[in-house]
């Protein structure tokens, strides 16, 4: 067996093979990773990266963005209420303002905006997690290779393409049941097809996934009002005319719908939920739906000249959120008070969305050489729409003729790169590595607003030209385990603000823009495979981060600014064994303090605060056994135990949202199998002690009161998944 493969033996593997008593040893193939824009041994990357397989992702059943962060140690997920409104980070780096930190890709393509203007960084790409090849999770700043807003890391979905000589057919279908009321139901199929034998090929899948809801809505006396359902698809098509080009030809559509969030009340002071009913009791006035609609059309095409393989990429996405919620235990007191209006209901709807294309040239030497090397132009282009309105009604539901606040806040957003990537093998043991990239990043703003609360503003502008870059050295010290060390840079990009010019100056009464933020990363880590029944990865960091944008408000304007520092210390872990055939065990662990630097008053912050959402301390734990049980049919047993440390919600001298302490929790979840190689059926139960966990909690206050909508962690999910290939 190669020990390579040990630790996608934890983590995911793209091979479904077991080593089972009284059965020949399998052979397991190397963990292969394209996180920097080349194929190569995961043990080889001088940088912290976590493979998750495609065979992993089915097997323990994780079937969203929540599952997926108890295998990737030092990702935290930040769920503002359910599956589609989830945000992520790595390694501690968040304020809980608007940008994205973190980027998203689906193979080559990145997914969302590069501004802070749609709202878009808000919502991950919560992905059906179906037939793909693996997720892949690239920790520290990425500035180099993958430019803006990927200072905090990557992740990437990749997927598995067409087989050119064989047809694949694959059904798996599930069904569960949450807390012991609703259902969840899951339906895949993948079918591949070879068109032209080895020349053209065709791989489509579909599915419908559907979480069963499990809060309540003791007002309106409505059970499991939080169901969402995920629908989506995916074709491709896969051209060989040659052995040396290759063309790839992708659509992919996903929807996210779900009827209201999974949010409910809770008393800061006493920690006990706020309505009669239990912890999943909620009280509102309407429906809260939330639609994320994501469209993605991307062509690549490779070529491999010899000396060095040419990859283009170009991409058109589009995505759409629709959402409402309910603002009228904000809004009701307030604008009596302040307006004398007497209504019983305020709603505010919301429509943001994208429109983005994208297009990536690089040329690649192969791997192996002595003299490696990358160097590529990339460009991006988008147009963005954010459209919001606070609706009135009295209490026969007819809305007010009152324009309260009707807002656009259109953006355009346009991204120009070049970058190179080189290393040079020294020795046979020793590599350093080096990359830059230089960017231009050009935007437009506008808020066109009407109503008594709000007025509008002219167009603005910004532009800025940024450089990143990374340098790295990795050395064997003996077979199979690497140290490296690493420096890299990111950012976030800057842009305008829209803001008014004081009468008697002519001065802008705010800033009229907001620069980039920037993180340098310091890494060292040992990557290790001392015998062929052990791996293990330990990465210790130091980041710095500079001049964080922020929320602020300025002279009566709402604005987005910088503010001052922070920095980010940790180590992580991760490993897997093999003690004897048939048994897996695995191991992952993070310990991140990230803190203030600077004084915050944006944010409420001094210096030595925790930067909020972020334990200081989680770890988790998997088991798994396989053996042959009867009749050629194999079975297998397992588990995962993850522990969440405790967080802060905000920070504690905030007089508008000020810091919730949510406590740590630790969640079990146990999975069963029989398989014969086409037919495999599996039972699992996830939170089998029903942990209330808690995800995320917003304070706020609001007539002098504080309280907080919180979000807990999935209650216990008990369930059977059967599936056939063919």
Request: proline share 4%.
């Given at each position: 067996?190669?020990?390579?493969?040990?630790?996608?033996?934890?983590?995911?593997?793209?091979?479904?093979?077991?080593?089972?008593?009284?059965?020949?040893?399998?052979?397991?193939?190397?963990?292969?990773?394209?996180?920097?824009?080349?194929?190569?041994?995961?043990?080889?990357?001088?940088?912290?990266?976590?493979?998750?397989?495609?065979?992993?992702?089915?097997?323990?059943?994780?079937?969203?963005?929540?599952?997926?962060?108890?295998?990737?140690?030092?990702?935290?997920?930040?769920?503002?209420?359910?599956?589609?409104?989830?945000?992520?980070?790595?390694?501690?780096?968040?304020?809980?303002?608007?940008?994205?930190?973190?980027?998203?890709?689906?193979?080559?393509?990145?997914?969302?905006?590069?501004?802070?203007?749609?709202?878009?960084?808000?919502?991950?790409?919560?992905?059906?997690?179906?037939?793909?090849?693996?997720?892949?999770?690239?920790?520290?700043?990425?500035?180099?290779?993958?430019?803006?807003?990927?200072?905090?890391?990557?992740?990437?979905?990749?997927?598995?393409?067409?087989?050119?000589?064989?047809?694949?057919?694959?059904?798996?279908?599930?069904?569960?049941?949450?807390?012991?009321?609703?259902?969840?139901?899951?339906?895949?199929?993948?079918?591949?097809?070879?068109?032209?034998?080895?020349?053209?090929?065709?791989?489509?899948?579909?599915?419908?996934?559907?979480?069963?809801?499990?809060?309540?809505?003791?007002?309106?006396?409505?059970?499991?009002?939080?169901?969402?359902?995920?629908?989506?698809?995916?074709?491709?098509?896969?051209?060989?005319?040659?052995?040396?080009?290759?063309?790839?030809?992708?659509?992919?559509?996903?929807?996210?719908?779900?009827?209201?969030?999974?949010?409910?009340?809770?008393?800061?002071?006493?920690?006990?939920?706020?309505?009669?009913?239990?912890?999943?009791?909620?009280?509102?006035?309407?429906?809260?739906?939330?639609?994320?609609?994501?469209?993605?059309?991307?062509?690549?095409?490779?070529?491999?000249?010899?000396?060095?393989?040419?990859?283009?990429?170009?991409?058109?996405?589009?995505?759409?959120?629709?959402?409402?919620?309910?603002?009228?235990?904000?809004?009701?007191?307030?604008?009596?008070?302040?307006?004398?209006?007497?209504?019983?209901?305020?709603?505010?709807?919301?429509?943001?969305?994208?429109?983005?294309?994208?297009?990536?040239?690089?040329?690649?030497?192969?791997?192996?050489?002595?003299?490696?090397?990358?160097?590529?132009?990339?460009?991006?282009?988008?147009?963005?729409?954010?459209?919001?309105?606070?609706?009135?009604?009295?209490?026969?539901?007819?809305?007010?003729?009152?324009?309260?606040?009707?807002?656009?806040?259109?953006?355009?957003?346009?991204?120009?790169?070049?970058?190179?990537?080189?290393?040079?093998?020294?020795?046979?043991?020793?590599?350093?590595?080096?990359?830059?990239?230089?960017?231009?990043?050009?935007?437009?703003?506008?808020?066109?607003?009407?109503?008594l609360l709000i007025g509008a503003f002219p167009q603005s502008s910004s532009r800025e030209e940024?450089?990143?870059?990374?340098?790295?050295?990795?050395?064997?010290?003996?077979?199979?385990?690497?140290?490296?060390?690493?420096?890299?840079?990111?950012?976030?990009?800057?842009?305008?603000?829209?803001?008014?010019?004081?009468?008697?100056?002519?001065?802008?009464?705010?800033?009229?823009?907001?620069?980039?933020?920037?993180?340098?990363?310091?890494?060292?880590?040992?990557?290790?495979?001392?015998?062929?029944?052990?791996?293990?990865?330990?990465?210790?960091?130091?980041?710095?981060?500079?001049?964080?944008?922020?929320?602020?408000?300025?002279?009566?304007?709402?604005?987005?600014?910088?503010?001052?520092?922070?920095?980010?210390?940790?180590?992580?872990?991760?490993?897997?064994?093999?003690?004897?055939?048939?048994?897996?065990?695995?191991?992952?662990?993070?310990?991140?303090?990230?803190?203030?630097?600077?004084?915050?008053?944006?944010?409420?912050?001094?210096?030595?605060?925790?930067?909020?959402?972020?334990?200081?301390?989680?770890?988790?734990?998997?088991?798994?056994?396989?053996?042959?049980?009867?009749?050629?049919?194999?079975?297998?047993?397992?588990?995962?135990?993850?522990?969440?440390?405790?967080?802060?919600?905000?920070?504690?001298?905030?007089?508008?949202?000020?810091?919730?302490?949510?406590?740590?929790?630790?969640?079990?979840?146990?999975?069963?199998?029989?398989?014969d190689g086409r037919y495999q059926l599996n039972a699992f139960v996830q939170n089998l002690t029903?942990?209330?966990?808690?995800?995320?909690?917003?304070?706020?206050?609001?007539?002098?009161?504080?309280?907080?909508?919180?979000?807990?962690?999935?209650?216990?999910?008990?369930?059977?998944?059967?599936?056939?290939?063919?």
């Amino acid at each position: 067996m190669r020990r390579g493969r040990l630790l996608g033996l934890l983590l995911g593997s793209t091979t479904a093979a077991c080593l089972l008593p009284g059965l020949a040893h399998a052979q397991m193939e190397e963990i292969l990773v394209t996180a920097q824009k080349r194929t190569e041994a995961l043990i080889n990357v001088p940088a912290s990266v976590t493979v998750v397989g495609g065979d992993k992702l089915e097997s323990n059943n994780v079937r969203d963005l929540q599952d997926l962060a108890a295998y990737v140690p030092g990702l935290t997920m930040r769920d503002a209420g359910g599956v589609g409104f989830r945000s992520l980070t790595l390694r501690g780096l968040t304020t809980n303002a608007s940008g994205r930190i973190m980027g998203i890709y689906v193979d080559d393509v990145p997914f969302g905006s590069g501004t802070a203007y749609t709202g878009n960084a808000g919502f991950s790409l919560d992905l059906g997690l179906s037939d793909l090849q693996q997720v892949e999770v690239l920790r520290g700043p990425q500035g180099t290779l993958y430019g803006a807003s990927a200072m905090g890391g990557i992740l990437k979905y990749v997927t598995k393409g067409p087989n050119l000589t064989k047809f694949e057919a694959k059904v798996d279908a599930s069904v569960g049941v949450v807390d012991g009321d609703d259902t969840d139901r899951m339906a895949r199929v993948m079918i591949n097809a070879p068109l032209v034998d080895q020349k053209v090929g065709l791989r489509v899948t579909a599915y419908h996934q559907h979480f069963g809801g499990y809060v309540d809505d003791v007002s309106r006396h409505l059970k499991n009002i939080d169901d969402a359902d995920l629908y989506g698809g995916r074709a491709q098509i896969l051209l060989a005319p040659s052995d040396n080009l290759k063309i790839k030809l992708q659509a992919f559509s996903q929807d996210t719908r779900r009827t209201n969030l999974s949010q409910v009340q809770w008393n800061v002071v006493t920690r006990a939920p706020l309505n009669p009913g239990g912890d999943f009791a909620t009280s509102q006035t309407a429906d809260q739906p939330f639609t994320f609609r994501f469209r993605e059309y991307s062509g690549s095409l490779d070529y491999d000249f010899g000396f060095a393989s040419l990859t283009a990429i170009v991409s058109r996405e589009t995505n759409k959120v629709d959402s409402t919620q309910d603002g009228t235990k904000t809004y009701q007191a307030l604008l009596k008070a302040a307006l004398g209006v007497d209504l019983a209901q305020y709603l505010l709807p919301f429509h943001q969305g994208l429109g983005k294309n994208t297009a990536e040239v690089r040329l690649t030497s192969p791997t192996g050489d002595r003299f490696e090397w990358l160097v590529g132009v990339y460009y991006s282009k988008e147009v963005n729409f954010n459209f919001q309105q606070l609706l009135g009604y009295n209490a026969a539901g007819v809305p007010s003729p009152i324009n309260f606040a009707t807002i656009a806040l259109p953006s355009k957003y346009r991204e120009s790169a070049g970058f190179a990537n080189a290393t040079f093998h020294i020795t046979d043991k020793w590599d350093i590595s080096g990359g830059v990239r230089g960017a231009r990043d050009d935007q437009t703003y506008t808020q066109a607003a009407s109503g008594l609360l709000i007025g509008a503003f002219p167009q603005s502008s910004s532009r800025e030209e940024l450089t990143t870059w990374q340098a790295s050295s990795k050395y064997n010290v003996y077979d199979r385990t690497n140290v490296y060390a690493r420096v890299a840079t990111g950012y976030r990009p800057g842009g305008p603000n829209s803001v008014a010019l004081d009468p008697a100056t002519k001065q802008p009464l705010a800033p009229p823009t907001f620069g980039a933020d920037k993180t340098t990363n310091y890494e060292i880590g040992i990557k290790s495979e001392p015998t062929k029944w052990l791996s293990f990865d330990l990465t210790g960091y130091w980041i710095e981060w500079k001049t964080i944008q922020l929320a602020a408000a300025r002279n009566g304007f709402s604005v987005l600014a910088n503010g001052g520092d922070a920095k980010s210390r940790g180590i992580e872990f991760q490993a897997a064994a093999r003690p004897f055939d048939g048994l897996t065990l695995g191991a992952t662990f993070a310990y991140t303090n990230a803190t203030l630097t600077d004084p915050a008053p944006d944010l409420s912050g001094v210096p030595g605060d925790r930067l909020p959402t972020i334990p200081r301390w989680a770890w988790s734990g998997t088991a798994d056994y396989e053996w042959a049980a009867f009749a050629g049919w194999n079975a297998t047993v397992g588990g995962t135990l993850q522990y969440v440390g405790e967080r802060n919600s905000g920070f504690a001298g905030s007089k508008t949202s000020p810091n919730y302490r949510m406590d740590s929790y630790t969640t079990v979840d146990l999975r069963a199998g029989l398989s014969d190689g086409r037919y495999q059926l599996n039972a699992f139960v996830q939170n089998l002690t029903d942990e209330r966990g808690l995800a995320n909690a917003g304070v706020s206050v609001s007539g002098g009161v504080t309280n907080a909508n919180v979000v807990f962690v999935r209650p216990r999910t008990t369930g059977l998944r059967f599936s056939v290939q063919f």
